[in-house]
Every structure is written in C-alpha cells, then in structure tokens.
C-alpha cells in the first residue's frame, strides 16, 4: 500500500484537515448500526476522529497502519489501546462484538485486498456479531466531485485543501483523488502540498459476494445524512 504524506509527515494537520467536530453525525449513524455491541474494533482508525464520538457507546479497539495518525489519535484518545498494524494482515487473537471499517477501507484498490480485509474483520468477530464498512462510494453511486475545506487551529496554525476525484478508466477497481494543502505554520509561513491518492470501488453486487464469501450475512444499509451529497451505502456482515 502506498506510503502518503497525508498520514505521515502531515498528520500533525490531521484536526485541521478534517476536524472531529465533522464526524459527530455519521458516526451517529455508525453507532446505530453497531449496536447492540459492547466492545468494537475499529480497523483504519485514523486520527481517532470517529473514535472521540464512539467511546462515549463502546468499548473501542483501534487499529491503523500510520503511526503518524496513531499518535495523533492517541492525544484525543489516550484511554483507548491502540495497535499499528495492517487491516489486511493484523491478528490481535482477540473477538470482538462488533468490528467498524470506516473510509480507509477504500484504499483497497484490488478485490483480494478487499477481500483480505473483509476476512481480517471475520475473524475479530464474535458469532452472533457484527461488522460494519464504510466505503465512500461504490460504482452505482460514483461521481466526480470537488470538494475543499480546513479550518484555523488555537496555536496559529492553519489549513486550506482542496480535493478533486475522478475516475480516469471506469474499466478497473480505482478512482484518483488529487489534494492541493496550503499549510500556515504558527509563525506565519504558507506551505503548498500536493498529493494524489488511489482509491478502491466495487459496485453493491461485489461488496455482497465478498461478505458472503468470507461467511457473513450481508445487508447494505442505505446512510441516513442532512449533508448536501448523495447517502453513501453502509454494508454490514453479520456473523452466525
């Protein structure tokens, strides 16, 4: 998987970037459907900007492959035990009731790393548990988008970014998303960054086969948002 500056060199930015106060309504929604768990573990964790709304409903478990977001997560979540580790590959030999994937699950860009990871969340699964995937989008839903953002920190630092995401060959498994960052340390000093991310996407059928295959039940769920987009498809795997 491709090292990105987005999650190592500049995680510092990562509360700047996508501030936590962002997540407060999908991760709502993602705690109505992993209910009624008690513990969860949460693969792709990130900055922990999911994890500072979860915790108050769960007892959470994170995992991501960036130690970069892993330290900026543990700042906003240093009572959670946080593991650096691979979504593909990383075995805790611990079950748990539930398991969430959130958006790093689309930086599966081939079906067998999909797959893999689908497996990772199987076997961290209690029977009669549940998992539950976010991708961004899937192909019946795609479509090229801008998008821009960030906000002024209390220290003096600031971000402005600007995104874009296409889909130069609607033939394969991957999307491109291109950010523009501009980076204002606390002295004053404007730093440009650009960097380009390739992303997985599966249509709906795909998703439920490699559930199913793995052994989960399937079910998409369709996102309940007041944002001003299109609601994205949640799939849950429920595990007998």
């Known amino acids: 998987m491709t090292a990105h500056r987005f999650y190592g060199d500049l995680a510092p930015w990562w509360s700047l970037i996508s501030p936590a106060e962002d997540y407060v309504e999908e991760a709502a929604f993602a ?48 009572e959670l035990s946080h593991h650096q580790g691979d979504m593909r590959t990383i075995r805790l030999k611990k079950q748990f ?19 893999r990871a689908i497996e990772t969340a199987y076997v961290h699964t209690k029977s009669d548990g549940h998992a539950v995937f976010v991708p961004d989008a899937t192909t019946e839903i795609f479509a090229p988008e801008a998008d821009h953002g960030g906000v002024d920190g209390d220290d003096g630092r600031g971000v402005r970014f600007l995104s874009w995401t296409y889909d130069p060959d609607p033939g394969d498994t991957t999307t491109v998303t291109d950010y523009a960052f501009l980076l204002k340390d606390e002295n004053g000093q404007v730093t440009a960054v650009h960097e ?19 052994g989960f039940v399937p079910e998409a769920v369709t996102e309940v948002t007041s944002e001003d987009r299109t609601p994205r498809t949640f799939f849950v795997g429920r595990k007998y």
Not at 97 to 115: G, K, N, P, Q
């Open 31 to 78: 705690a109505s459907l992993l209910q009624p768990a008690r513990t969860v573990l949460e693969l792709g964790s990130g900055g922990g900007h999911n994890a500072v709304h979860l915790k108050k409903l769960f007892d959470l478990t994170l995992v991501d492959l960036a130690p970069g977001m892993l330290a900026e997560s543990r700042k906003i979540n240093p």
């Open 97 to 115: 009731d539930a398991v969430f994937v959130h958006d790093a699950i689309d930086y599966m860009t081939t079906e067998a790393d999909l797959r």
């Open 196 to 214: 380009t991310h390739v992303t997985g996407l599966y249509p709906r059928d795909t998703w439920q086969r490699l559930l199913r295959e793995t």
